[in-house]
């Protein structure tokens, strides 16, 4: 079955200091997302990509965070300058099109600032 | 924007009884209603979800009922077992908008 990857599994930074964090998606996807979840919370939305731009963003998203598609496999999510509140997982998700089907889950990047 | 409540937060039942989950939205446009089971440290996998076209479906011990009238949406499972224990989220999301909006989550504890 095809599958989300997402590496790191864990990152630990400063505060302050900047993270990338890296998702492939499955290949034949379209739409692309970012979630976090703050330990023991629910799971929160970030952004949805599409066709090379941001379709969507939270309140949560703000000039921090940036995303981007740098080749035809890869989409990341940049934090520039982290607080300490950004320790959360991170999730990256894909779907097919729109309508979310086959929305599937990566295994996510633990991120602990300190 | 959109709105997802869930109940209960924790739910404790006996290995081989029913459990049943509660979540209501907030948004009529709302189309689209997918569960989520995730383990602790693990990514949410969906488990089941439902289209506003259709009022319940069905997979083996798990069901999903929809009341788009009253907007709510309900997760059952039959014959629980150990390994059903785990955290589960609802979530919806409306027709030409991918976002998922999360409820609150239920912790489900399944006793031998």
């Known amino acids: 079955e095809p599958e989300v990857t997402q590496t790191p599994s864990h990152q630990v930074t400063q505060m302050g200091q900047e993270v990338i964090l890296r998702c492939v998606p499955i290949?034949?996807?379209?739409?692309f997302y970012w979630y976090r979840q703050i330990l023991g919370q629910k799971v929160e939305f970030l952004v949805s990509?599409?066709?090379?731009?941001?379709?969507?963003k939270s309140e949560i998203f703000d000039d921090q965070f940036s995303v981007e598609r740098p080749d035809g496999s890869n989409f990341t999510l940049k934090i520039r300058s982290t607080k300490l509140e950004d320790s959360a997982m991170y999730f990256c998700?894909?779907?097919?099109?729109?309508?979310?089907?086959?929305?599937?889950f990566g295994s996510g990047t633990r991120l602990t600032v300190v | 924007g959109e709105n997802v409540e869930q109940h209960p937060s924790t739910l404790s039942v006996q290995e081989g009884d029913s459990a049943v989950i509660k979540c209501t939205y907030s948004?009529?446009?709302?189309?689209?209603f997918p569960w989520y089971k995730q383990e602790l440290g693990k990514r949410p996998q969906l488990i089941i979800d439902?289209?506003?076209?259709?009022g319940e479906k069905k997979d083996q011990r798990i069901a999903v009922t929809l009341n788009k009238t009253a907007k709510h949406f309900s997760l059952h499972i039959t014959e629980t077992q150990p390994e059903d224990s785990a955290v589960y989220f609802c979530?919806?999301?409306?027709?030409?908008?991918?976002?998922?909006?999360f409820g609150q989550g239920t912790r489900l504890t399944i006793n031998p």
């Open positions: 990509f599409y066709n090379n731009e941001i379709s969507e």
């Open positions: 979530a919806a999301s409306k027709a030409g908008a991918q976002k998922l909006v």
């Open positions: 998700a894909s779907s097919s099109h729109a309508g979310n089907y086959g929305y599937t």
């Open positions: 290949s034949n996807h379209l739409y």
């Open positions: 948004d009529s446009a709302s189309n689209y």
């Open positions: 439902i289209r506003s076209n259709v």
